[in-house]
């Protein structure tokens, strides 16, 4: 794993709205999206800051689909609860082991996140999916025509994080591995070939034989949300030295604060994540100067030893 962070992570909803505002039109323009986004955030109540407006929670109608699509697997939503869905896309026919899983649940939730692990009834064909998309984190998660632009349910973007579950390349030097063409393009000492990539409101990650490193694998990308990689020694949980299966508790603190970022808001979660910014060179846009965050994620490399 790479331990590039210098100063923790404090992406504060109410500053990431701000800053929303003050550029929008100035991101809309290089990236096509819709200016007219942030301008929703005015209106938006969420009194328990989950980041699922409390209209949306109180829905009788909202509640009840989200129960036709994923049944007894979700159990409602509340608006007085902090919430995180994780929507789980599985293609071909791997899934997440269930020790993994209840130990994913169980740690949100002994940290102030009620987690609702949602495994999509729906799997993805593993040849289509290889055939359209291939391994590739850009075609997987952010370009126009990526399986999560395409297969995603738009209801379902702005409320819960995506998790892509995928086999990876299969025997060879890259095997169970995915390609990101931002890492490989911005980070001079890595090959592109990763373990999982985040991208603010979802993440896919390659499929794990090990319980623990599947775990590890899948806390750091789901934490990712709101938290870059730390390369402080102390921190032995998945952002640090990938002791535990665990975050510190000011990791937790920043989680619960930041759950805002599973919104998909057209797509500028995306740019306004930290970790991307480092990556992907600001001024290669010609944005303004002070927007480059210095976390420096450059990709997720979480070790298999
Ligand atoms: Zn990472």
């Known amino acids: 794993m790479r331990n590039t962070d210098t100063s923790g992570s404090s992406t ?9 505002k003050r550029l929008g039109g100035l991101l809309a ?9 942030y301008g929703l ?23 009840g689909w989200l129960h036709s699509v994923f049944g007894e697997q979700f159990s409602g939503l509340d608006p007085t609860r902090r919430d995180l869905l994780v929507d789980v896309r599985y293609v071909g026919e791997w899934s997440v082991s269930d020790p993994t899983r209840e130990r ?33 984190a850009k075609r997987i998660l952010w370009s126009p025509r990526s399986f999560y632009r395409q297969a ?27 390609y990101s063409p931002a890492t490989a393009a911005h980070n001079s000492d890595s090959t592109g070939y990763v373990n999982g990539v985040n991208t603010g409101n979802r993440a896919v990650v390659a499929s794990r034989y090990s319980h623990e490193i ?24 998945v952002m ?52 480059a965050a210095h976390v420096g994620c450059s990709g997720c490399q979480a070790e298999d030893a």
């Open 240 to 291: 640090g030295t990938n002791k535990e299966i665990d975050l510190m508790d000011d990791e937790w603190a920043t989680l619960r604060g930041g759950l805002g970022a599973i919104r998909d808001t057209t797509g500028v979660d995306v740019l306004l994540r930290r970790c991307l910014w480092d990556e992907l060179q600001p001024a290669q846009f010609r944005l303004p100067p002070g927007l």
């Open 214 to 237: 599947e775990a590890k694998l899948i806390l750091h990308e789901i934490a990712h949300y709101a938290l870059c990689h730390s390369r402080d020694p102390a921190n032995t949980g």
């Open 104 to 136: 994913i649940v169980e740690l949100f939730r002994t940290n102030g996140i009620h987690l609702q692990w949602l495994e999509h009834p729906q799997r993805v064909d593993r040849e289509t999916f290889e055939r359209e998309y291939g391994y590739n």
């Open 29 to 37: 323009a290089p990236f096509g999206i819709g200016a007219s986004a």
């Open 41 to 63: 955030d005015r209106s938006y109540q969420d009194a328990d800051g989950d980041g699922i407006p409390d209209s949306l929670e109180r829905s009788r109608e909202f509640n």
């Open 152 to 178: 995603i349910e738009p209801r379902l973007k702005n409320v819960a994080f995506q998790l892509i579950v995928v086999p990876g390349f299969a025997d060879g030097p890259h095997e169970r591995r995915l």
């Open 12 to 20: 504060e909803p109410s500053t990431r709205r701000s800053v929303l």
